[in-house]
């Protein structure tokens, strides 16, 4: 199936990377395998009315059992890169603990199935799945957790180090922080914008901190954060519609991009702020700035942004969708220029070295065929138009270096449970049967052109 005006491979660079993402809680499963400890997922989803169809990632893909053959599966797709998370709670069983060597064994099993299959492991450190011990005395609102967060990278670099040279310290801190903290729809399921803001600054600073940690332990480390960003518009052309998306683009863009790039929270937002504004420990800022290897973008749709006074915390709010506009399942808006946007912003606001799409994917009600195959048109059309605004964006000169579709597999999507599909592999979540949707044919094919 060609998609009309999609690029080639070749038009990529030979060294250019191509993969997949996930997360360990979306995909592991074997929750109570391997001494592995409760995260504020399990906790979460075990409450009543968090999770949509009430689930959890209690068994989920089974990857912690099957994923052999789901790096099988990358190899043959030919994906020459593939990201993952690391699961805190399988690694460091509580406070004062010696790191759990079967934990440490699992991640170096999958990594070696990875570099035998010729496919170069990018490790996330954290994606959301905090152990529940640690939220118990106040979870990343806690400055201590900082330190804890250090001693599990430690251990997690110190045994992974020979073999994985890239690393990602955090996935989203706007989500950890906001949609967990302040909009309670993420685990802890807290709802008070000061802890929010603290949780955040907490995670920046642990990122800072573990950069040079994961240096000492990594020769030839390669390290980033993972941010989720979105292009922004104007719900109208009015001063009142401009400045709300200003507010927004505070928190939402420059409240990460400026600290990592020495330029401290931006002033107007602290002041928008107030009270909630995080304490600050004299040194935090520096160690925040610290200079990182490349910027890991994940990007799914544009937010519209209109003036809303009383819409706390900011008095604006994002709407949805332009009438008329292409949506996913999610009803999020499908806008490829958004990606040329977002890059060709963050090239010219901060200049990385190297970026990385670290997400991108759609969300599409995908059904089996009788035949055992899975048209899912619509998540192909994404794929391809969006390599065709990376392609564009990399002639434009930002300097894209790789591609991580999420995800390799259909997961557990958070507060919606299973009733959301990402995957360009379809999961039977009854049987565990694994079958390549058209998406992941198409991506397969597209790797395979010569290069
Ligand atoms: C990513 O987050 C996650 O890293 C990944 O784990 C997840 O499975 C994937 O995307 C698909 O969702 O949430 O109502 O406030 C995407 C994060 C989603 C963050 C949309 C902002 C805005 C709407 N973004 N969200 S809401």
Request: hydrophobic share 40%; charged share 20%; glycine share 10%.
């Amino acid at each position: 199936h060609p998609e009309p005006g999609a690029p080639a491979r070749s038009d990529f660079a030979r060294d250019f990377l191509w993969g997949c993402a996930t997360s360990s809680y979306q995909i592991e499963g074997a929750a109570a395998e391997g001494g592995r400890v409760e995260s504020i997922w399990d906790r979460f989803a075990a409450t009543p009315g968090k999770v949509r169809d009430g689930s959890s990632g209690a068994v989920a893909c089974d990857h912690y059992h099957r994923w052999p053959e789901d790096m099988d599966i990358a190899r043959d797709m030919g994906l020459n890169a593939y990201r993952f998370s690391i699961a805190w709670p399988r690694v460091m069983p509580g406070i004062g603990a010696a790191p759990n060597q079967e934990g440490l064994d699992f991640y170096a099993r999958l990594v070696d199935g990875m570099l035998e299959r010729g496919i170069q492991p990018w490790a996330t450190l954290y994606h959301w799945d905090l152990p529940q011990y640690l939220q118990e005395r106040g979870g990343w609102a806690e400055r201590d957790t900082v330190q804890r967060y250090l001693e599990f990278v430690d251990a997690v670099t110190r045994r992974l180090g020979d073999r994985v040279q890239h690393w990602i310290t955090h996935n989203e801190p706007w989500c950890t922080a906001i949609l967990g903290n302040y909009e309670g729809v993420h685990a802890p399921g807290l709802a008070d914008f000061g802890t929010a803001l603290q949780v955040c600054h907490h995670v920046l600073l642990s990122h800072g901190k573990a950069v040079p940690l994961i240096r000492a332990n990594v020769a030839a480390a390669r390290v980033g954060i993972s941010l989720s960003l979105h292009p922004l518009r104007a719900a109208s052309d009015s001063a009142a519609d401009r400045a709300a998306m200003e507010r927004h683009d505070g928190l939402r863009y420059r409240w990460f991009l400026d600290p990592l790039h020495g330029r401290g929270y931006p002033a107007a937002t602290l002041e928008q702020v107030g009270a909630a504004a995080p304490v600050v420990h004299e040194g935090d800022m520096a160690a925040i700035a610290v200079a990182t290897d490349f910027m890991g973008v994940n990007y799914y749709f544009p937010e519209t942004v209109a003036d809303a006074p009383g819409h706390a915390p900011l008095d604006a709010r994002v709407l949805p969708p332009p009438a008329g506009a292409e949506t996913t399942a999610m009803g999020w808006e499908v806008a490829p220029q958004g990606l040329g946007e977002l890059l060709g912003r963050i090239h010219a606001d901060y200049a990385p070295q190297e970026l990385y799409i670290t997400e991108n994917g759609s969300c599409y009600d995908d059904e089996v065929q009788a035949d055992g195959s899975v048209n899912d048109a619509g998540r192909r059309r994404y794929l391809a138009r969006h390599l065709g605004a990376m392609k564009d964006a990399i002639a434009a000169g930002v300097p894209v270096k790789g591609y991580f579709a999420w995800s390799l597999v259909d997961n557990f999507e958070w507060a919606e449970g299973y009733l959301r599909r990402f995957g360009l592999v379809h999961i039977d979540y009854d049987t565990q049967q694994r079958r390549l949707k058209e998406s992941g044919k198409w991506y397969r094919a597209f790797l395979r052109q010569p290069d």
